[in-house]
């Protein structure tokens, strides 16, 4: 006798079992979190390198047909979510509400987060100087437009640690109440996304003048109140302002990708996929940079990152800031510090922390 294909009302009656089943999981997860909390009382409830190496192993471990995203997305709201029974993460990010430095605090630290808006980036990495907030989160490097130059300043003088990263892919929407392209007389934003919207700008809107302004958000503000004119911003910002997206996805490059960093006091515990950030002055003399890359070279480290930025004391002196692959606990990356130390003059190390995955 062939068996009975379910119903669609006994295929909803399983899925209610199953979410009562996650919801009984989740309840005592958030308990088994508490206990990890009242253990560790007094100490930071943040912990970058134990949270990494959750969705590592959530996603590797996977049996089913969610893509790999979609399970980090996931846990990482609910790590969020049990570590704010605790104790409510602050943090501290480039303003006003509605850009992608909110829309990057909120993927690393979850719905729940207290999310406190700065005015310029000084103010971001005050706030967590201070204690107003316990962390910040702040832009690094561009994968079309290249480093935030202040970024690197405020890092060198900091005793903030990097505790994280994490990498947003930048898609520009074009928002406003105009019902056409046509209509649309205007288009405003931050000039790094004019910048990289300016092919699709060219063939879609020639006709409008672009107006630059000082973020994105800002730009979405100001196209709320005027029938023709369009904002180039994020979905948060469509949602926040009321306005309806007319064409999405307008950057010129899809890979259009933003690092940002995670600034607090703590420091990660090593996940096996880690990367350094120090900040080297060497002496201006002939090979100086090529002795601190040697030194790399000799140990097997592979850099991702070189920057080079003046040093402020001595006109045309440099200091570089690296990024290099593995934790300082490292055996490889402390044989690399320690023959840093002899081939410069003063290093700074910025913090070991997990690599970032795009989400």
Request: hydrophobic share 40%.
């Amino acid at each position: 006798m062939t068996a009975k294909s379910p119903t669609l009302e006994d295929l909803r009656t399983d899925i209610d079992h199953i979410d009562d089943q996650i919801l009984a999981l989740l309840a005592k997860r958030s308990k088994a979190a508490q206990a990890v909390a009242h253990v560790k009382k007094g100490t930071n409830i943040y912990h970058p390198g134990r949270e990494a190496q959750i969705l590592e192993r959530m996603t590797r471990e996977n049996p089913g047909a969610l893509p790999p995203n979609s399970i980090r997305a996931i846990y990482r709201e609910i790590i969020a979510a049990c570590r704010n029974l605790e104790q409510t993460t602050t943090v501290a990010y480039l303003g006003p509400a509605g850009t992608y430095s909110e829309s990057a605090a909120r993927q690393a630290f979850g719905e729940n987060a207290q999310l406190v808006p700065q005015a310029n980036l000084t103010e971001v990495v005050r706030a967590a100087e201070k204690g107003t907030t316990g962390l910040a989160v702040v832009p690094i490097e561009n994968s079309l437009e290249g480093t935030v130059n202040l970024t690197l300043d405020l890092l060198r003088q900091t005793p903030l640690l990097i505790t994280g990263e994490l990498l947003l892919p930048i898609h520009h929407q074009l928002l406003t109440d105009a019902p056409t392209l046509a209509a649309v007389t205007e288009v405003m934003a931050h000039p790094q996304a004019l910048a990289q919207c300016e092919q699709w700008l060219t063939r879609n809107l020639p006709h409008a003048t672009r107006r630059p302004v000082s973020s994105n958000a800002e730009a979405a503000r100001l196209a709320a109140g005027e029938p023709t004119a369009a904002a180039i911003a994020g979905e948060s910002a469509a949602t926040l302002y009321h306005l309806p997206i007319l064409a999405v996805n307008i950057e010129d490059a899809a890979t259009n990708t933003t690092r940002f960093l995670v600034l607090g006091t703590a420091t990660p515990t090593p996940t096996g996929r880690d990367k350094t950030s120090l900040i080297c002055v060497t002496p201006n003399r002939p090979g100086a940079l090529y002795r601190l890359l040697d030194c790399l070279a000799r140990h097997d480290v592979n850099m991702t990152m070189l920057e080079a930025r003046p040093s402020r004391d001595n006109n045309w002196d440099y200091v570089f800031h690296i990024d290099i692959e593995g934790h300082q606990a490292d055996t490889s990356v402390q044989a690399t510090l320690a023959d840093l130390e002899k081939a410069a003059t003063h290093i700074k190390i910025l913090g070991s922390y997990p690599q970032a995955r795009i989400n």
